[in-house]
């Protein structure tokens, strides 16, 4: 294995996934294999700009399908596997749990043991080079109390979302396979991601796409959660400089020191929107807020001490909140086909076209 060897990304057509490989090929360049199985919350149009780059691989498939991972690993000897690919949204969990199950731990599973077996067969010098990167959240740790302590790497795992639940049990078989088998995986839990590209499912794209509407725009409970958010591109980021300098076997927390009431962060999107479109019947978008019954098992507060991976990666988050939000909101007012394609139907039926079937 060299710096050159491909590296293998699960979920890469996803909201982070794909923020990682834009960012990957801006800075590094070298090969990389893009696994995933294009459910709905995966757009290939989010990688457009670097689907004909060479060295980059899109291949379509589920990462249960240890036949077809054993198969990849063989063809392309990665040097790196870079694990995004999960369900990923809280309220589909509570609807529908399995899906789940199904990715975020069976799928973790099977690829940590095609990871095992690809390292084993490595020769020694190629396994101090090789690493398995899982990517995971900060909802694994539970809910904290105002005034309690941000979370750190020894906290205990405390889930309370179906979604969290898988999550946490995905990064205890991650430490498993290290301690027992020696895997060398480096674990990043990170904070709420918010930017351009994220599915208009979860709150920020939500609010904005119903505030430009003129729409509802609700507030689960008092809206008094708290929510640590990190500008996606600064995430991307956090995980290329945890796949080079990560210690395998530790875990590094990711966030942006940047804890937001729920309803302060609707109240600055609609600031903005105020500010960006002079001219909308909507004004003030405010107005539109609407409370409604709370999510059951709401986490109250979530907050990141950042302070190992800042110390021992050198990484820091390059946007404030502020600036951050103003690059989202512009990205989403800017790109309104991208969301009405998605909300449509439309990128589905072209997705349909060009990859068949789910
Ligand atoms: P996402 O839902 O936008 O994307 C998930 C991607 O995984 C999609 O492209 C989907 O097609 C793919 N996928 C789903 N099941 C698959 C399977 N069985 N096989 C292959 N591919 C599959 O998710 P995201 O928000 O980009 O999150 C990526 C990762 O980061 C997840 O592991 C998530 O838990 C973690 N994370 C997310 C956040 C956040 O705020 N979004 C914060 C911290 C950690």
């Not at 040097?79 to 973790?108: C, K, Y």
């Amino acid at each position: 294995l060299t710096q050159d060897s491909p590296i293998f990304v699960t979920g890469g057509a996803g909201f982070i996934g794909s923020h990682f490989v834009l960012d990957w090929f801006a800075e590094i360049g070298t090969p990389l294999v893009n696994l995933d199985k294009l459910t709905y919350a995966g757009n290939l149009r989010n990688l457009q700009p670097i689907a004909d780059r060479s060295g980059y691989h899109f291949v379509r498939g589920d990462i249960q399908d240890r036949t077809l991972v054993d198969r990849l690993l063989k063809e392309f000897e990665p040097r790196a596997i870079v694990h995004l690919a999960a369900e990923s949204h809280v309220d589909r969990s509570l609807m529908g749990p399995e899906d789940f199950l199904n990715t975020n731990v069976h799928g973790t599973f099977t690829l940590l043991e095609a990871a095992r077996a690809y390292y084993d067969k490595l020769d020694v010098e190629d396994r101090t080079k090789f690493r398995f990167l899982h990517v995971s959240t900060d909802e694994v740790y539970g809910s904290l109390k105002s005034g309690d302590a941000p979370f750190e790497e020894t906290f205990p795992f405390r889930p309370n979302s179906p979604y969290a639940a898988s999550k946490a049990a995905s990064d205890m078989l991650v430490r498993a396979w290290v301690k027992s088998y020696g895997l060398p995986a480096v674990v990043t839990n990170c904070s709420n991601n918010y930017g351009p590209l994220q599915f208009p499912e979860k709150l920020l794209p939500l609010v904005l796409n119903r505030a430009i509407h003129g729409e509802p725009l609700p507030i689960y409970g008092d809206g008094m959660q708290v929510r640590d958010w990190l500008y996606v591109g600064d995430h991307a980021a956090a995980l290329r400089v945890a796949l080079e300098k990560g210690v395998p076997g530790q875990t590094y927390n990711i966030g942006g020191w940047n804890e937001q009431a729920n309803i302060d962060t609707v109240k600055i999107l609609c600031a903005l929107l105020d500010e960006f479109l002079p001219d909308s019947p909507h004004r003030p978008h405010a107005q539109l807020m609407k409370f409604v019954t709370d999510r059951p098992g709401h986490d109250r507060r979530y907050a990141i001490n950042a302070t190992k991976a800042e110390r021992e990666l050198g990484w820091r988050p390059k946007e404030t909140f502020a600036t951050g939000l103003r690059k989202t909101v512009r990205w989403y007012l800017d790109n309104q086909t991208w969301v009405e394609e998605v909300t449509s139907g439309a990128y589905r039926d072209w997705m349909e076209t060009n990859y068949g079937a789910r």
